[in-house]
C-alpha cells in the first residue's frame, strides 16, 4: 500500500538520548507503512548519519534529511521538511518527544483513510524524564468539548484558540501536507518558532480541526519553548506577531479583530479599548478562565510503554557499543 504519512522529526542542537528515544518509538511501531524527514535547524552536529543508520537497520530506510545551512527558527525548519514531504499527511514531532505505543501510527493509517482530515490531534501523555521515567499530569487544550466529531462548534474553537489562549500543542500534530506548507510559508517571517499556530490560522479560515480521543504521544515536560519560563516571553512575543499577521490577512474578521485590540492596546495606545475587551470578552472571572485556572489536569499514560520506549532505545545503543567493539559495522 503506498505510505499516506510521514513523521517530520523536527530538531534544533538536539540531544542524542533524547534524539534516539524518539526513533525508536518509530523502530517499536507494528508498520513500515510511513515515511520520515529528518529536519534540522541548524545545528552543530545533526546525527543525520547515526540516524539514518539506526532507522534502517530496524527497516525504515524510507528517510530523507533536510538541513537549514543556519538557525532560523522552529517554522522555517518545518517549512523545509514539510517541502520534502511527498505523502498526503505529516505528523510533526520533536526530540525527546514519543509516539504512545506501537499501534500509534497504524491507527493513524486507519483513521487517515476513513476519515480524510485536514488537520488533526490526539490525546497527549506528559511525562518527566528520569530513571525511571514517569507520566505526569498534563493536556491540551483544556476544553475539548468544541472539536467534538458530531457537534463540532466552529466559532467556540477560534474563541478558544485566538482568545483564551487554549492552544494545541504541535507535538503530534497530524496535517495534509499542503495545508501546512502554505500556512508556514505565509507565516515564515512574522513566526519563527511557532508553528502549531497554524491551527489558529484554520480555526479563521473554516478548517475544521478533528479531535480524537485516543492517546498518540508522549510528551515531555519540562523543557522547550513552551514549559521554560523564559521562552514564555517569547512565545508571548510570537503569539503578537501571529494576531498581527492574522489580523493583516483578515481584518474583517470580528474575532480576529477582538484579538487585535486586547493583545496590541497598550499605555500608547487605547487602555479604554483594552479595558473593554478583557472585561467583555476575556474576562479572567469568566466562568471558562475560573475553570480553565481551577482544573486539574489528567495523569495519561502507561509507564510501561513510556519505559519501553527507553529500553528500546537503549537496547539500539548497547548493540552499537559491541559491534564497535567488535571492528564491524551496525
Known amino acids: 500500500m503506498e505510505n499516506l504519512l510521514t513523521v517530520l522529526v523536527a530538531q534544533y542542537r538536539p540531544d542524542p538520548a533524547a534524539l534516539r528515544r524518539t526513533l525508536a518509538s518509530l523502530t517499536l511501531q507494528d508498520t513500515r507503512n510511513f515515511a520520515v524527514v529528518l529536519a534540522d535547524d541548524g545545528s552543530p552536529q545533526d546525527f543525520f548519519a547515526e540516524s539514518t ?3 534502517a537497520a530496524h527497516g525504515i530506510r524510507n528517510v530523507q534529511t533536510v538541513k537549514m545551512p543556519q538557525n532560523g527558527g522552529t517554522v522555517l525548519n518545518i517549512l523545509g521538511g514539510v517541502q ?3 505523502t498526503r499527511w505529516v505528523l510533526t514531532i520533536s526530540p525527546g518527544d514519543f509516539l504512545y505505543d506501537d499501534r500509534t501510527l497504524s491507527w493513524w493509517l486507519e483513521r487517515l483513510q476513513a476519515d480524510t482530515p485536514r488537520v488533526a490531534f490526539g490525546r497527549q501523555a506528559y511525562f518527566a524524564p528520569g530513571n525511571p521515567p514517569r507520566p505526569v499530569a498534563g493536556e491540551n487544550p483544556f476544553d475539548r468539548t468544541p472539536y467534538d466529531p458530531v457537534r463540532y462548534d466552529a466559532k467556540t474553537v477560534k474563541r478558544n484558540l485566538l482568545l483564551y489562549d487554549d492552544g494545541i500543542s504541535g507535538c503530534g500534530l497530524v496535517y495534509e501536507r499542503d495545508l501546512l506548507a502554505d500556512a508556514l510559508q505565509r507565516m515564515a517571517g512574522h513566526v519563527r518558532l511557532a508553528e502549531d499556530f497554524s491551527v489558529r490560522m484554520f480555526a479563521v479560515e473554516g478548517v475544521r480541526i478533528q479531535r480524537y480521543d485516543r492517546l498518540t504521544v508522549w510528551y515531555e515536560y519540562g523543557g522547550g519553548v513552551s514549559t521554560d ?3 514564555r516571553q517569547r512565545m508571548a512575543e510570537e503569539w503578537r506577531a501571529m494576531v ?3 489580523y493583516r490577512t483578515y481584518p474583517h474578521d470580528t474575532t480576529v479583530r477582538l484579538a487585535y485590540a486586547y493583545f496590541f492596546n497598550d499605555r500608547h495606545k487605547s487602555r479604554l479599548v483594552r479595558g473593554l475587551v478583557g472585561r467583555l470578552i476575556v474576562p479572567q472571572n469568566a466562568p471558562f478562565k475560573k475553570a480553565q485556572h481551577a482544573w486539574q489536569p489528567p495523569v495519561n499514560g502507561d509507564a510501561a510503554r513510556l519505559q519501553a520506549v527507553y529500553e528500546a532505545a537503549q537496547t539500539g545503543n548497547d548493540a552499537e557499543e559491541t559491534s ?3 571492528g ?3
Open 229 to 231: 519560563e523564559k521562552a
Open 84 to 86: 520534502r514531504v511527498a
Open 244 to 246: 498581527e499577521l492574522l
Open 328 to 330: 564491524s559495522t551496525p
Open 53 to 55: 543508520a539506526y532507522l
Open 324 to 326: 564497535l567493539r567488535k
